[in-house]
């Protein structure tokens, strides 16, 4: 019973062999990439919000 579980690690570490992992360089320019488009998603979404409560309050408000 166990043995299709360590068959499963044994093909499992060997398809990790096979894989081409990211330099640490290119982790952190894209964790930055990542994080800057957030931050600037988030600032636009925020404005827009802020933008849209003031219209709409100065609609509804006589």
């Avoid at 043995?3 to 499963?8: D, G, M």
């Amino acid at each position: 019973m166990a043995n299709w579980l360590v068959k499963y690690f044994k093909e499992s570490y060997e398809e990790l062999k096979k894989v081409s992992w990211p330099s640490r360089k290119d982790t952190v320019r894209d964790t930055l990439v990542v994080i800057g488009v957030s931050l600037g998603v988030a600032i636009f979404l925020s404005l827009l919000d802020l933008g849209l409560t003031f219209g709409l309050e100065k609609i509804i408000q006589p």
